[in-house]
């Protein structure tokens, strides 16, 4: 582990600020107890950076995320920033977290889901379907459809209008992407499923041949391909059939949104965006939500998936495992007291859930 270990914040916009500052908390109070030696530097992303410097992500906000052995950002995005114009500007101009996960190459985003005996009437689904749901969408991060290029929207000689987005993927992306899928599968039950549309997309062709390929390297891994269609249907109905599911960049979206109905709420995925399995690269930590302008500043915003990514940030970039799972177990006590924010049903304020967080670490 690195000493002192460097964590770079991020709050972001709307409710990234609120959500941050608990994940930080446990963050601090956990190394605090651990005696961890920490150094903590603060800066602005998207949204936030985009009012005081212009920018949605400073060349300065990048080279302090390489110094630093981990990112925890919260989340960008919101309407007034929607419609800004930068002439011929790339996704990742055009979005601060776009480009700080291209500069850092973190292209393996792990986010787990998982049904809470706690909340298994706040989901959508009778209990008996998704009580044990344990899923690990592995989402492809820095290439396909969000990054495409040519993209553009372009009006045709009828006056009418076309727009394209390019979903490119090369070999050794798939390749090294789905490396990471058999090592994590290997280190949960053995069982990886690979999504994609390769009835419909070329893309899809490659990325099912790559895959199988790299699997011939993990004969000890059961894999198996799905069409996504499928894949999300099943999903829905026997969600503890998934173990580990391998997505581009666009499937591993919708499918970690789609499986956060097992956990009750969006607000309790965290995700964990990796350089590969190397835990000497900087890696990215937050939860998979958005910032949700319509309750940011109020205080009720649910902050447990932020304090998850923080778990995960133990597991993978502080070598922690055990402490990681110290905060799952805080978690789950928090849950269990029904100490619960909005939407989970509950009408805890954030700053409550924080609280019984900090107890239960104790
Ligand atoms: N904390 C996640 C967040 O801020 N997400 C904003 C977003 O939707 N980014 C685009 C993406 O993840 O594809």
Redesign the pocket.
């Known amino acids: 582990m690195a000493n002192p270990f460097k964590l770079l914040v991020l709050p972001?916009d709307g409710i990234g600020p609120e959500v941050v500052a608990v994940g930080l908390s446990v963050f601090e109070r956990l190394c605090r107890l651990e005696g961890i030696d920490t150094e903590i530097q603060h800066d602005l992303l998207h949204g936030a950076a985009w009012e005081k410097y212009g920018s949605f992500c400073r060349d300065e906000t990048v080279t302090a995320a390489k110094q630093s052995d981990a990112v925890l950002?919260?989340?960008?995005?919101g309407p007034q920033w929607d419609d800004i114009v930068i002439e011929g500007a790339t996704p990742a101009e055009r979005?601060g977290?776009?480009r700080l996960r291209e500069e850092l190459e973190t292209y393996a985003c792990l986010r787990p889901s998982r049904a809470y005996e706690s909340l298994l009437e706040q989901t959508p689904f009778k209990p008996q379907v998704v009580r044990g749901a344990d899923i690990l969408i592995l989402r492809e991060l820095c290439g396909g459809l969000?990054y495409g290029n040519p993209r553009g929207i372009d009006q045709l000689e009828d006056g009418s209008y076309q727009a394209y987005d390019a979903n490119f993927y090369t070999s050794e992306e798939i390749r090294r992407f789905a490396a990471v899928g058999f090592e994590i599968a290997g280190q949960r039950s053995g069982k990886l499923t690979s999504i994609d549309k390769s009835n419909v997309m070329e893309s899809g062709i490659l990325w099912r041949h790559i895959v199988t390929e790299v699997g011939l390297d993990y004969p000890g891994i059961e894999l198996t391909h799905l069409y996504t269609d499928n894949a999300l249907y099943q999903m829905m109905l026997r969600p503890t059939s998934f173990d580990v599911v391998l997505a581009d960049?666009i499937f591993g979206?919708l499918a970690s949104d789609l499986v956060a109905s097992y956990a009750g709420s969006l607000g309790m995925l965290p995700s964990a965006s990796l350089h590969g399995l190397n835990p000497g690269k900087s890696a990215i930590y937050?939860?998979?939500?958005?910032?949700a302008p319509d309750i940011a500043g109020q205080g009720i915003a649910n902050p447990i998936g932020t304090v998850l990514s923080v778990a995960l940030m133990f597991e993978y970039s502080l070598q922690r495992k055990d402490l990681g799972q110290r905060i799952d177990a805080a978690v789950e006590q928090c849950l269990q007291a029904g100490v619960l924010t909005a939407d989970l049903g509950g009408s805890a304020s954030t700053e409550q859930v924080h609280e019984k967080i900090l107890s239960a670490l104790h």
């Open positions: 972001g950002i919260g989340a960008v995005g979005d977290l776009m969000p960049n979206d937050e939860p998979v939500h958005g910032t």
